[in-house]
């Protein structure tokens, strides 16, 4: 028996009257890798997006369909509470300029006025930075700040910040659209290893990196999911021909 | 041919950027002379009695301007106190809310607001303060100050809040920071360098008003901390003393316009310092 994670039940997101999710229905499951993949402008950040409430901070926006996380519908509950739950990594590397490595791994506990003890808050930063693969690297330099950091080290930096909230779900928005590819490679490696201890919907435009680290792939196309399934099948044999187009780059 | 047409365009450029050159040399010039001015009349007026006792009675010789130093402090530091909160809190709605109507009108307002002729404020502050109030007092010399200060904070505080990347505040909120928070805690210390540093120069532009302060606080010859009080101000000892008749305070006059200088140029120049040293790179 799989377990179902996150409910995506006829779900549409719109920008004022503008439909840019179009009644999409897919089912995340727990401790696997889901890539949402498609040309520009299919929708797929903003799919994204809506699964912990972000889309709703640009002006206009709205909803129908549901969302459910674990039970729970993500639109009734309150999005502040939601997002501790569900962590996003951005496709830029965004560290809080102002901190330091050490203080924007409990950024989320600090800016949210959680109390944690010397010790907790040296286990937590320890325990993220470990499982962000960036441990070694910064351990003697954990008081410098996040910005001094490579590209890439800043972005597994910001993965190590999301994973110390201990979410359920980590939202990836193409991280690695702005690397390069040795770090690239590095942040997939990652995100294989991620999986064993959070469920990872990952939003990428490279195919490539799709296939090589997803365990499910979903194709959306002008807004509507147009394929879902077990990564190879989709890889290997598409059942729908636009899929199969986008795959061979006749488009995208 | 040909060549002898791009001759004469490099020469015409050569006259272009030479006169440029020229004539921004010239701006530093008249900064030049007031300084000069000013050591040279001013900076032998100081010494210790000038910079630390108030004035003698009228007639005796010496005596300095302390109460208008301490008076000038008060003011600026009233007028900080006032101006700050509101000009941050406005300087971050309209940088967040940049597309409200009511953003609109706000910075429609303050931009005027910056227009207005500080006598004019005087004027006002003495029909709003001083004249229910049935006194001279530092505090409304402060809030006439202060009107002065608060589109000088607004607009940088606007101008630095967006420059900061969204991506930072998503940042933020995505790790399930409340929105309030996020500005508090991520956004204002993201831009802390050009908030001060607008900060330290509406200080500096306000430390040398005359106007709005002849109707507010006064002026006084003797040293001051009560708020409620007329105060003495450098700018309206310096107008009082080189008006009057006497040589001796023409002598002070400098030796006050040189202090009140040298003290706006510092603050100029620590605000350079802010802005560069606190820089945040994103």
Not at chain 1, 104 to 112: C, D, E, S, T
Not at chain 2, 181 to 190: A, E, G, N, R
Not at chain 2, 248 to 263: E, I, K, R
């Amino acid at each position: 028996m799989v377990h179902k994670v996150l409910m995506i039940n006829d779900f549409s997101a719109y920008f004022g009257k503008d439909k840019v999710v179009k009644n999409i229905t897919l089912a995340i499951e727990d401790s696997k890798i889901t890539a949402v993949m498609g040309p520009s402008g299919c929708g797929k950040s903003t799919l994204l997006r809506s699964v912990n409430r972000m889309h709703e901070l640009n002006p206009n926006t709205s909803v129908s369909g549901s969302i459910v996380l674990k039970g729970n519908d993500i639109y009734r509950m309150n999005p502040i509470l939601l997002r501790r739950h569900i962590g996003m990594v951005f496709q830029r590397p965004n560290p809080f300029p102002t901190m330091s490595i050490y203080d924007n791994v409990i950024a989320g506990y600090k800016l949210n006025g959680i109390k944690l003890t010397r010790q907790e808050r040296d286990s937590i930063v320890e325990e993220s930075l470990k499982k962000a693969a960036l441990w070694d690297e910064v351990k003697d330099s954990l008081r410098k700040k996040g910005t001094f950091l490579s590209g890439g080290q800043q972005q597994r930096l910001c993965i190590a910040r999301a994973l110390a909230m201990k979410p359920e779900i980590m939202l990836l928005d193409e991280p690695t659209s702005a690397l390069d590819p040795k770090a690239t490679a590095f942040i997939e490696e990652l995100i294989v290893q991620l999986k064993k201890t959070v469920t990872i919907v990952l939003v990428t435009h490279n195919i490539a990196q799709a296939a090589r680290v997803s365990d499910y792939t979903a194709f959306l196309f002008l807004g509507e999911l147009i394929e879902f399934g077990v990564t190879e099948k989709i890889f290997t044999v598409p059942s729908d021909k636009r899929t199969e187009e986008y795959l061979t780059g006749k488009f995208g | 041919m040909q060549n002898k047409k791009i001759a004469l365009r490099l020469i015409k450029d050569r006259l272009f950027s030479t006169v440029l050159i020229i004539i921004s040399s010239f701006s530093v010039v008249p900064l030049g002379f007031i300084l000069y001015f000013l050591v040279v009349k001013g900076a032998t007026a100081i010494n210790l009695e000038f910079l630390l006792s108030g004035p003698n009675p009228y007639g005796e010789p010496g005596g300095g301007i302390a109460h208008a130093i301490v008076g000038t402090l008060i003011l600026i530091l009233l007028a900080a106190v006032i101006s700050i909160p509101f000009g941050l809190s406005i300087g971050i709605f309209l940088a967040e809310f940049q597309k409200s109507k009511l953003a609109y009108w706000v910075r429609l307002g303050v931009d005027i607001l910056q227009g207005i002729p500080s006598i004019v404020i005087g004027i006002i502050a003495w029909s709003w303060i001083v004249r229910p109030m049935r006194a001279f007092t530092a505090l409304s010399g402060g809030i006439a100050l202060a009107l002065m200060m608060l589109p000088i904070i607004v607009r940088s505080t606007e101008e630095t809040i967006k420059l900061i990347p969204t991506s930072i505040k998503e940042a933020s909120l995505s790790l399930g920071v409340s929105y309030y928070h996020t500005i508090l805690k991520v956004i204002l210390p993201s831009g802390i360098s050009g908030i001060v540093c607008g900060i330290l120069l509406s200080v500096a532009r306000i430390a040398g008003e005359t106007a709005p302060l002849i109707f507010t606080a006064f002026g006084s010859r003797f040293m001051n901390l009560n708020i409620m009080k007329p105060v003495e101000s450098m700018p309206l000892l310096i107008y009082r003393y080189a008006s009057s008749p006497y040589r001796d305070l023409h002598t002070m006059a400098w030796g006050a316009s040189f202090v009140l200088v040298v003290f706006v140029l510092t603050l100029n120049i620590v605000a350079k310092g802010v802005c560069k040293r606190w820089c945040i790179k994103y």
